[in-house]
């Protein structure tokens, strides 16, 4: 039995999950003490502290 290719619709889900999956490992809260902590230097942490900055200043 010979593969089959997908066809486009189903090749952009798949896509489209795996990049969403991607997404939601990226955005979750990492607790405190956990082994997979965040880093100082990820662009999540990065846009975190930038936010802060500009909640302060609105205030």
């Given at each position: 039995?010979?593969?089959t290719?997908l066809?486009?619709?189903?090749?952009?889900?798949?896509?489209?999950?795996?990049?969403?999956?991607?997404?939601?490992?990226?955005?979750?809260?990492?607790?405190?003490?956990?082994r997979?902590?965040?880093?100082?230097?990820?662009?999540l942490a990065?846009?975190?502290?930038?936010?802060?900055?500009?909640?302060?200043?609105?205030?």
């Open positions: 039995m010979g593969v290719r066809k486009r619709k189903d090749r952009r889900n798949k896509t489209v999950s795996r990049l969403e999956v991607q997404f939601l490992k990226l955005g979750r809260n990492i607790e405190t003490g956990s997979s902590k965040e880093s100082a230097t990820s662009q990065k846009n975190n502290a930038v936010l802060a900055q500009i909640e302060a200043q609105s205030k």
